[in-house]
């Protein structure tokens, strides 16, 4: 890949190996003018997720867990062709599947340790709510005629 900004960083040190992305080309669909029917602008980019030696086994299976419903037989597929050029849909297709990459193989969220609500809080809480009661009830209009 010539004149490409690659290597494409997922995390830390691990990035995208160049040898394992395949590259397919076609024509975008849409409107255009005289050059839409001649240039295969549109890219569709490959990665072999479950065969790939580039992730660490623990990312791997994170990914493979996370992105289940976009794989098939294991492979990632990003697609792009909002650009005319080829060059450009090249960069943003890598990019996207870098960050997607990232995104799926980032660790999970440490869980949330519950706290109890000071008792302080939960009896102004109550005090106010009884204060606010009272004065509604003192707007029932008894005896007003």
Same mark, same amino acid.
């Given at each position: 890949?010539?004149?490409?900004?690659?290597?494409?960083?997922?995390?830390?040190?691990?990035?995208?190996?160049?040898?394992?992305?395949?590259?397919?080309?076609?024509?975008?669909?849409?409107? =255009?003018?005289?050059?839409?029917?001649?240039?295969?602008?549109?890219?569709?980019?490959?990665?072999?997720?479950?065969?790939? !030696?580039?992730? @660490?086994?623990?990312?791997? !299976?994170?990914?493979?867990?996370?992105?289940?419903?976009?794989?098939?037989?294991?492979?990632?597929?990003?697609?792009?062709?909002?650009?005319?050029?080829?060059?450009?849909?090249?960069?943003? /297709?890598?990019?996207?599947?870098?960050?997607?990459? /990232?995104?799926?193989? /980032? @660790? @999970?969220?440490?869980? %949330?340790?519950?706290? %109890?609500? @000071? %008792?302080?809080?939960?009896?102004?809480?109550?005090?106010? &709510? &009884? !204060?606010?009661?009272?004065? &509604?009830? =003192?707007?029932?209009?008894?005896?007003?005629?």
């Amino acid at each position: 890949m010539d004149g490409m900004s690659g290597p494409y960083v997922i995390r830390g040190s691990v990035s995208l190996p160049e040898a394992e992305l395949m590259w397919r080309f076609s024509r975008s669909s849409g409107p =255009g003018g005289q050059h839409v029917n001649t240039s295969d602008s549109q890219v569709e980019l490959r990665f072999d997720l479950a065969g790939t !030696q580039a992730l @660490p086994e623990v990312w791997k !299976q994170r990914a493979l867990e996370r992105l289940a419903s976009r794989l098939v037989d294991g492979v990632l597929t990003v697609r792009s062709s909002e650009h005319r050029s080829q060059w450009r849909n090249r960069e943003t /297709a890598a990019v996207r599947l870098a960050a997607l990459l /990232a995104e799926a193989t /980032a @660790p @999970p969220p440490k869980p %949330r340790t519950p706290t %109890r609500i @000071p %008792r302080g809080i939960n009896e102004r809480r109550l005090r106010e &709510k &009884k !204060q606010r009661s009272e004065t &509604k009830r =003192g707007r029932a209009g008894q005896g007003w005629t």
